[in-house]
């Protein structure tokens, strides 16, 4: 059940001067079916105008692919447990720091969903439940070590 999943990155110099460290490091990340999408360093590691305000940059898509993936996840299992979700809205946010090597990482991400249900919505227990079995299926929080907290919001 192996399955490869790539994405192309494309940065180049453009007449900036790369050995006194004066260069953008704005760049295009492109995945499947032709999207591309503006990428950079975050503003808060490399200062603008090195770094671009109006790309995403790594940390904030760490961040948004394990939103993206719990979302995917619950959507999947409420739909399985009867129930009809209209819409699904997350703040989620990564905490950069030293982790316990001494080195910086995003040591924890918090989700906090927010599910619209039509009709039956679940209880407050079977919604915690929805949301632990989203977590545990998750491919991404499955393959990282950065704790990940969860306050879905009603």
Excluded: Q
Excluded at 50 to 67: G, I, M, N
Excluded at 101 to 126: H, N
């Amino acid at each position: 059940m192996a399955h490869i999943y790539t994405a192309g990155i494309r940065w180049a110099l453009e007449g900036a001067d790369f050995a006194s460290n004066d260069y953008s490091r704005g760049h295009t990340w492109s995945f499947d079916g032709g999207v591309e999408v503006p990428a950079s360093s975050s503003p808060s590691v490399v200062p603008v105008p090195k770094s671009r305000e109006d790309a995403v940059d790594p940390e904030e898509a760490f961040v948004a692919s394990l939103s993206s993936c719990h979302m995917l996840w619950f959507l999947d299992l409420a739909r399985r447990a009867g129930f009809v979700v209209t819409a699904y809205e997350d703040n989620a946010d990564g905490e950069m720091k030293k982790n316990g090597e001494g080195r910086i990482a995003i040591t924890s991400v918090t989700l906090r969903p927010k599910a619209t249900f039509e009709g039956d919505a679940p209880d407050a227990a079977k919604l915690h439940a929805l949301h632990h079995d989203a977590h545990e299926a998750c491919f991404i929080a499955n393959s990282v070590k950065t704790d990940i907290w969860l306050e879905p919001r009603t």
